[in-house]
Each structure stands twice: as structure tokens, then as C-alpha cells.
């Protein structure tokens, strides 16, 4: 098993530009989510997903989106990159929702936005 | 709404000394709790978890936790502190809640080990 993988592992966007943030996991869990960390400040959550198809927004979900079209993937998409954006970005799974359930993370993607 | 605190955002012990890092959570419900330790250049990876079984929890790599409800805490140690022990720890509560769930991470401890 690969676990949760995340492309790209860095990248630089300028204002305005747009990108997508790519997250797959291949331990067939129901469960998705996207964090963002900022230094000092722990991880927020941006998105999450109960399964294909189904998404909702977590703490602080302006300025991204998301899709869930298949169990495996759950992409990340900024239409309108700002510098309070630059941020490490970690997508992770679990197989039910997180009561006990432990979450898997991604090794993130930094991204920087100038 | 609940809230994790971890108390220090740096920790310095000397190679071989306790290892204690500091978390409360506040909740008058007893929730699911987590610690999590991050290598630099990677994604969390957990260590040990709170289920309301033993309040005793012990973990991956010697460390463990425990639960005391009556001082809402769940601090994390480690007997004898090693090089590798290096890293940020962050302190996690999970509640269900009408409508879905919540996960709250504490702003982390990074643990610096000295030789």
C-alpha cells in the first residue's frame, strides 16, 4: 500500500493564477480531508468528504474547492491563488468518521503563493 | 466549542531526560483524544490514541499518554528522550456532533533533543 500520496510536493503560484492539489489513497477509506498548516497555528480543516460524491466545507473553506468523483481521489482546487494562501497543504483519510478512527496523511504539498 | 491548548510551542530536553509535552483539551464529555508526531518534510503520522479504554495509553516509539478527565488533559511522555525523538508533536480531539463530526488539533509542540 501506498498510503495517502499528494502531488505536487511544492510549488510556486503567482496572484491570480489557479492550480489543483491532487490527493489519492488506496486504503479503500470512505473518509477524505484537506488541511491546511500554518506555522504556530496547527492544522484547519479546509474540506471533507464522507464518500464518493459527497463533500462539506470545514473551518475554513473559502477560496478552495473540492470534488470526490471516486473512493481513491479527492482533489483540492484554488481558482484564485492569494498570498494568504501560501500555506502546507495535507490531505488525509480514515475509514469512518474520525471518532476513533485513525487519520492517514499525505507527505503535503508547500505551496507559495507570490 | 472545543478547544485543544498545548502548552509550549518548543520543548529542549537533553538526550536521555523526560520527555513531557503538555495538552488540554475542554470538553465536559469525555472525547476521543490523539497524538500525532511530524517528521520534518512529512505528513503526520499517529502515536497513540485515547478511546475510553485504559486511561493509560502507550504508544509507538515509548511514549504514552494519559487521560485525567478531572484535569482535562492528556499529556504525552517518554522516559528517556532519544536523538530520533526530534520532531512536532500535536495533541488532537475528535467529538461527534449533530450533523458530523470535528476534529481539533493543538498548535503543536516541536521537541528539540539535545546531545
Known amino acids: 500500500n501506498a498510503g495517502v500520496t499528494q502531488t505536487p510536493k511544492f510549488r510556486i503560484l503567482k496572484i491570480g493564477q489557479s492550480m489543483t492539489l491532487q490527493c489519492t489513497q488506496d486504503?479503500?477509506?470512505?473518509?477524505m480531508y484537506w488541511y491546511r498548516q500554518d506555522p504556530g497555528m496547527g492544522l484547519k480543516l479546509i474540506y471533507y468528504?464522507?464518500?464518493?460524491?459527497?463533500?462539506d466545507k470545514g473551518e475554513v473553506p473559502n477560496g478552495y474547492n473540492v470534488s470526490r468523483s471516486t473512493t481513491e481521489d479527492f482533489p483540492l482546487r484554488l481558482e484564485l491563488a492569494a498570498p494568504s494562501q501560501t500555506s502546507v497543504y495535507f490531505c488525509?483519510?480514515?475509514?469512518?468518521?474520525?471518532?476513533?478512527?485513525?487519520?492517514?496523511f499525505g507527505p503535503g504539498t508547500r505551496l507559495l503563493v507570490l | 466549542a472545543q478547544s485543544v491548548t498545548q502548552l509550549g510551542s518548543h520543548v529542549s530536553v537533553s538526550e536521555g531526560a523526560l520527555v513531557l509535552l503538555r495538552c488540554n483539551y475542554s470538553?465536559?464529555?469525555?472525547?476521543?483524544l490523539f497524538w500525532y508526531v511530524q517528521y520534518p518534510n512529512q505528513g503526520l503520522q499517529l502515536l497513540l490514541k485515547?478511546?475510553?479504554?485504559?486511561?493509560l495509553v502507550k504508544g509507538i516509539n515509548g511514549f504514552e499518554a494519559e487521560f485525567k478527565k478531572s484535569e482535562t488533559s492528556f499529556h504525552l511522555t517518554k522516559p528517556s528522550a532519544h536523538m530520533s525523538d526530534a520532531a512536532e508533536y500535536f495533541c488532537?480531539?475528535?467529538?461527534?456532533?449533530?450533523?458530523?463530526?470535528?476534529?481539533?488539533f493543538g498548535a503543536g509542540t516541536r521537541l528539540f533533543v539535545k546531545a
Open positions: 488525509a483519510s480514515s475509514y469512518s468518521k474520525p471518532g476513533e478512527e485513525t487519520q492517514y
Open positions: 486504503m479503500n477509506h470512505n473518509y
Open positions: 468528504s464522507v464518500g464518493a460524491g459527497i463533500t
Open positions: 470538553s465536559s464529555v469525555p472525547p476521543y
Open positions: 485515547y478511546t475510553s479504554a485504559a486511561t
Open positions: 488532537a480531539v475528535s467529538e461527534s456532533h449533530t450533523g458530523g463530526f470535528k476534529t481539533i
